[in-house]
């Protein structure tokens, strides 16, 4: 199992690992007798309360340790955290023993200590990097037995430690027991080198964090021999010292997992929110397009109907020609208004769906933009429909050479001044005017009929959104008019907007960034070929009007 996982790392990235984990610990190792022997450490600030400050912060760590485990069920943090129990006991059972006992003086004059608890946490080390094995499950699943049988296992490992020194039965089999510690401080060693190049391998920050706080608890293992000091007072402050550091890493490590945990839980938040709001829109996208295809088969069902009633009339009449042209005659107007309402509805369907598939090309040029609009407005204001409203046309500048598409210039006019005829009364007022300055041609289409309701203002240019039936004269619409208005500004690069500030009717606000075209040829010849279709348009575009 262990050379099936190392072989998935490549041979010089083990090398490097280890030779790099020899020697910053020969360094450390190196650094820490050199302090040992040659300051006056212990005097230093906060080192003289030591062994308070390790209690208070192993517990902490041990309990950083659980409620991690336990919040992410992780089982990796769930085996170290019954190492560092025993870490943790066994610094508190050899404190109170060494103030009864002088456990530190029967070390440095026995010799003989097996370090029994050592070798237990070598196993939980070895069982933690093979993660996914019966035992590992077995306590992962019975915390609670788990812990109490750390502490135990633990606390049997240092009585027998206790028992062996005290009654000087290993005194004959020393090079045994040096043999077994050595053994043991190599396994524990391979298995964090092990750890190592796992992590550098999965590039888990928080992990190599935690393996480091492991490491130096087993630094301070190793450095727990009295001949390398000047007394057993030295050793034992180091070793605390040490041990402080290790528990210290691992709260910081749990800290900065915290940290990195709420910014990840902000983030899947705000991502969550994010996608909520998504499916949000395009839930209510789906009923606005489900409701267009219902008004659509209505607006279509309703001209083919006349359509096809008008002709079964005429068909009937077509054995006497006198009456056939007296029928033709009174529903010639009837099948040509339905004919070109249905060939509006279908064009708009066809030009948003190119909108949408974006493969609708406009096609720009420099264009005496205020005699398009201007000849617009005054077709619409002679058309027939259109003759009980009073339309004016207003501007401050005669003359105006900019970059746009005329026809599609033309099909926002229409667009919007029919709009303006449909919700206007008899008798109402449309206005449209045209501004000019340094940047941008304002146009504007203003009129005093019931207007837009507040709350549709904000969504009139969205696909398939229409303003509520009860606000509504009656007539007909498809809901996407003016989103292809909205499509053919924006493509202009311009803006549309309706004046908030506007409370009797509604103004449409256009502004046209006031740019030519380099070495672009004017279009002066407008009037012979869009001119004459504008007619034709005008009839298209308001055919839907009663």
């Known amino acids: 199992m262990f050379f099936d996982k190392m072989k998935s790392i490549d041979s010089k990235k083990i090398s490097l690992i280890t030779i790099l ?47 991690y485990s ?3 069920d992780d089982d990796y943090f769930h085996m170290f955290s019954l190492m560092y129990i025993s870490i943790y006991f ?118 190599f964090i935690t393996f480091l706080g492991t490491d130096i608890m087993f630094f301070s293992r190793v450095l727990l021999m009295s001949n390398l000091y000047p007394d057993k007072y030295t050793m034992y402050v180091l070793n605390r010292i040490i041990l402080c550091c290790g528990f210290a890493i691992i709260v910081i490590s749990m800290f900065w997992e915290v940290i990195m945990m709420t910014k990840e839980n902000k983030k899947l938040i705000n991502d969550f929110n994010t996608q909520k709001l998504e499916i949000l829109r395009l839930k209510h996208e789906e009923e606005l397009r489900t409701q267009f295809f219902a008004n659509i088969s209505h607006e279509l069902r309703t001209p083919l109907n006349i359509m096809i009633c008008s002709f079964q009339l005429l ?26 309402r249905m060939l509006r509805l279908i064009n708009n369907i066809i030009d948003a769906s190119k909108f949408e598939a974006g493969c609708f090309k406009m096609d720009f040029a420099n264009c005496e933009i205020i005699r398009v609009i201007e000849d617009i407005t005054l077709s619409i204001a002679q058309s027939e429909k259109s003759q009980k409203r009073n339309i004016i046309f207003d501007t401050n500048t005669e003359f105006l050479e900019i970059k746009c598409d005329p026809e599609n210039i033309e099909r926002v006019m229409l667009n919007l001044l029919s709009n303006a005829i449909k919700f206007t009364d008899n008798d109402g007022e449309i206005i449209v005017s045209c501004e000019e ?65 506007v409370i009797k009717g509604c103004e449409f606000v256009i502004k046209i960034p006031n740019v030519k075209i380099e070495n672009d040829i004017v279009v002066n010849n407008y009037n012979k070929e869009l001119k004459k279709e504008i007619n034709a348009k005008v009839n298209i575009e308001l055919s839907d009007i009663q």
């Open 70 to 72: 336990s919040v992410y």
């Open 90 to 207: 066994e610094f508190v059972m050899m404190t109170l023993l060494a103030r009864s006992l002088n456990v530190f003086g029967l070390m440095e004059v026995n010799k003989i200590f097996v370090g029994f608890a050592s070798i237990f946490r070598t196993i939980i080390i070895w069982l933690t990097y093979y993660e996914q094995n019966p035992i590992n499950r077995y306590l992962h699943n019975n915390k609670i037995y788990a812990v109490f049988l750390s502490i135990i296992i633990t606390f049997m490992c240092i009585m027998t430690d206790l028992y062996l020194m005290t009654c000087n039965v290993l005194n004959s089999h020393m090079p045994l027991i040096n043999w077994i510690k050595v053994s043991v401080n190599i396994a524990t060693f391979i298995i964090l080198i092990k750890f190592s190049i796992q992590y550098v391998n999965k590039k888990n920050v928080n992990y």
């Open 21 to 67: 984990n020899i020697v910053i610990f020969y360094v450390l190792y190196r650094v820490a007798i050199f302090i040992a022997n040659n300051t006056r450490f212990y005097e230093w600030f906060l080192i003289s309360d030591i062994v308070s400050i390790t209690l208070v912060v192993g517990l902490i760590s041990i309990f950083s340790f659980f409620l």
């Open 437 to 501: 300055n340094e940047d941008y041609l304002v146009i504007r289409v203003k009129d005093n009929g019931i207007g837009i309701p507040p709350e549709f203002r904000s969504r009139i240019f969205e696909r398939f959104v229409q303003v509520d039936k009860s606000f509504r004269r009656n007539v007909e619409g498809s809901g996407i008019g003016l989103s292809i208005v909205k499509f053919i500004v924006d493509s202009h690069e311009g803006e549309i907007y309706i004046n908030d500030e």
């Open 315 to 340: 068909e009937s009449k077509s054995k006497d020609k006198d009456s056939l042209s007296q029928y033709y005659k009174k529903y010639e107007k009837v099948i040509s208004e339905n004919s070109s």
